[in-house]
């Protein structure tokens, strides 16, 4: 594949939240490819191509540990930005001071997995882009470490080191199960109505394929 990547990625710690459980962080057992979409993206964005993610290989085997973090309970709202902007005197902030909780959350420890992505060319490329020049300089920046922002496993505070896969086989855990109904990514087509969308996820001798499955919404 001319215009694909494997990056291996690993760390400490990683949470990518399960929706259905809001209040005390719950990870999935698996990376989702939504987040290892958001990986890949923070070494190489441009937005003349777009990833996908094709499969995730489960390196170390899946194991859970209970911490707990400061979060703060608020949110701005979008209609005080709204009313904030046509003048009104509302409060457009949030004092760690006031609204700080601690949760208990269950994340993910030792984790690593090895990426399979492949991108697309969008619309908004330039008459002198093309996937050669794309996919030499994701390589290239793989292969010096480069990124725009720090890749992280799902929280900012559970940072992602990578580098590329060197080639042969991936040695995966070799498990199989059912992981579920699991996050795919977030349908962006209406941007005043995005949506998350969802496909039944299994990992199979140690690695979750992703492309081709059916997408549900």
């Not at 215009?3 to 939240?17: K, M, N, P, R, T």
Request: proline content about 6%; hydrophobic content about 40%.
């Amino acid at each position: 594949m001319s215009q694909g990547i494997q990056v291996e990625v690993w760390g400490d710690y990683a949470l990518f939240s399960r929706p259905e459980l809001k209040v005390e962080r719950v990870s999935y057992d698996v990376m989702t490819p939504s987040a290892a979409r958001g990986l890949i993206e923070a070494i190489y964005w441009h937005p003349g191509l777009r990833w996908h993610i094709d499969r995730i290989h489960v390196l170390n085997p899946i194991a859970f540990t209970n911490i707990r973090r400061n979060e703060v309970k608020d949110k701005i709202v979008s209609s005080n930005v709204r009313s904030v902007m046509m003048g009104a005197d509302k409060p457009l902030a949030i004092y760690t001071s006031e609204s700080i909780q601690q949760r208990a959350s269950m994340v993910l420890t030792d984790v690593r997995y090895v990426i399979d992505a492949h991108f697309t060319m969008t619309d908004k490329a330039n008459p002198t882009d093309n996937p050669g020049k794309f996919i030499d300089i994701a390589r290239r920046r793989l292969e010096r470490g480069q990124c725009y922002h720090q890749p992280c496993f799902g929280c900012r505070e559970f940072p992602a080191n990578f580098r590329p896969w060197e080639g042969g086989p991936v040695p995966t855990i070799g498990e199989t199960r059912s992981l579920g109904l699991m996050l795919y990514d977030m349908d962006y087509s209406d941007s005043r109505s995005i949506q998350p969308t969802f496909f039944r996820a299994e990992l199979v001798n140690g690695v979750l394929e992703v492309a081709g499955k059916e997408v549900l919404r």
